[in-house]
């Protein structure tokens, strides 16, 4: 079955330190795979994707995440976190079989301390 | 540029009222559509989807339904309302065989009283 795991449902930082969020997909087959950033009562906005060029994508807003095949990763990361970061985070995957069907992991709600 | 409206922002309604959510995307022709809820911490939840005008596939049967009518235009509807229609609904376009990820408007936030 294909899925789409967010590890952590919340992770909280201080500002200034490093973000990671962690996103597992299963599937045998290839995937494109999206972050999209939401704020409170906002739609969703793409952050970064992949889609079978360089492993390691760059984002908006300081934002990047490598794709690794043999882990089945996305992990999205920033160095340093800013109060602004504070969202929700979605790990969202379309796969090759799947036309334009996209899967949305669970989320993760990342929360900045100052 | 390509765009996406969707209206209201926010919306109370009473249990037993219609409802009419409406999403319009400008600036590209044919493309897919989605409807989403977001439920209280809760994931998304892809409710309708349409892959052209009069075409529409529901992913989870439930109180409502949605229209086509004009090839840029994504109509969410129920006859009656229950609670547990409240949620946040958002609204998405895509292009036709494209490796890029969705377009969402900016959500309508339900609360079903």
């Known amino acids: 079955a294909q899925s789409v795991t967010q590890l952590d449902s919340h992770v909280s930082v201080s500002e200034g330190t490093p973000v990671l969020l962690r996103c597992n997909y299963s599937?045998?087959?290839?995937?494109?795979l999206f972050w999209y950033v939401q704020h409170p009562n906002k739609g969703l906005q793409l952050l970064l994707k992949?889609?079978?060029?360089?492993?390691l994508v760059k984002g908006i807003n300081g934002f990047e995440a490598e794709f690794k095949k043999s882990e089945t990763s996305f992990h999205l990361t920033k160095p340093s976190a800013h109060m602004s970061d504070a969202a929700e985070y979605f790990c969202?995957?379309?796969?090759?079989?799947?036309?334009?069907?996209?899967?949305f992991g669970g989320g993760t709600r990342l929360m900045v301390k100052p | 540029s390509q765009t996406i409206h969707q209206w209201p922002a926010t919306l109370v309604q009473p249990v037993g009222s219609p409802l009419s959510l409406e999403c319009t995307v400008e600036?590209?022709?044919?493309?897919?559509l989605y409807w989403y809820r977001q439920a209280a911490g809760r994931g998304l939840q892809l409710l309708f989807y349409?892959?052209?005008?009069?075409?529409i596939s529901s992913e989870v049967p439930q109180n409502l339904s949605a229209s086509r009518p004009q090839d840029r235009q994504f109509i969410l509807s129920s006859k009656k309302l229950l609670l547990s229609d409240s949620g946040f609904y958002l609204c998405?376009?895509?292009?036709?065989?494209?490796?890029?990820?969705?377009?969402f408007g900016s959500g309508t936030r339900l609360t079903v009283v």
């Open positions: 998405a376009w895509s292009n036709h065989g494209s490796n890029y990820g969705y377009t």
């Open positions: 599937s045998s087959y290839s995937p494109s």
């Open positions: 992949y889609t079978s060029a360089a492993t």
């Open positions: 969202v995957v379309r796969w090759d079989n799947a036309g334009n069907m996209l899967t």
């Open positions: 600036g590209t022709s044919n493309p897919n």
């Open positions: 349409s892959v052209g005008i009069g075409q």
